[in-house]
């Protein structure tokens, strides 16, 4: 009920727009029981998000795989498309991560600690499994903080197309993806053969897919 109320808040009104007072105004309860469950407006929407995560059907698909080199690939292609095409309401927060970043950092706090519980576990498993077929080479230190250098580089990366007329022009978007695809995936340790191998599959799916659809 409190989840319902808040997205259509959100969505009405945005971040700044919104406040808890409105939120449990528009569940029909008092702003102190809203607070029993949620103690701020960061800890609510990155609720939303997190819930909206779960709830996205690449994702959860992605998920139940079983760890391995292919995952590990579709993961960092995940991530660099979702970071690299982001619609409006997707810009937004990433303006709202790199506001909290500046100011006192409690809403990117609780999206990371959100996204390390749905996706690190998933993450360390893939790595291990590449490594072990040969795939990558061992990881010297914190597994983890591999997929918080991708996560980073691709949020940064995506940071400079935020203003109407980019910081920054890399060069076409198809060339981007794969480009920087391969430098996350050299830098989590896979070797190029692998890259190669995995990256190829990933885009001769995606290109039946496409031929298909303009068929049908």
């Known amino acids: 009920m409190i989840l319902g109320a808040a997205k259509r808040c959100f969505a009405r009104h945005g971040y700044t727009g919104t406040t808890t007072k409105s939120v449990a105004a528009a569940a029909a309860i008092s702003e102190a029981l809203l607070f029993k469950h949620f103690p701020s407006k960061a800890a609510l929407y990155a609720e939303i998000l997190s819930d909206e995560c779960e709830a996205d059907p690449a994702l959860i698909e992605l998920l139940e795989r079983e760890p391995s080199t292919a995952t590990l690939v579709e993961l960092i292609r995940g991530m660099v498309q979702h970071f690299l095409g982001p619609d409006q309401e997707e810009a937004q927060r990433l303006r709202l991560m790199a506001t909290s970043h500046l100011d006192d950092g409690e809403f990117a706090r609780l999206l990371y600690a959100k996204i390390e519980t749905l996706i690190g576990s998933i993450f360390v498993a893939s790595l291990e499994r590449a490594v072990a077929s040969g795939d990558a080479r061992p990881c010297s230190g914190e597994p983890l903080n591999l997929f918080w250098f991708a996560h980073h580089t691709v949020m940064t990366a995506a940071l400079t ?13 198809e060339d981007l993806e794969r480009q920087l695809c391969e430098f996350l995936l050299r830098g989590i340790g896979l070797n190029d053969a692998a890259i190669a191998s995995h990256l190829g599959h990933i885009q001769a799916a995606d290109a039946g897919r496409t031929a298909i659809a303009e068929s049908a």
């Open 161 to 173: 197309r935020l203003p109407a007329t980019p910081c920054l022009v890399y060069g076409k978007g």
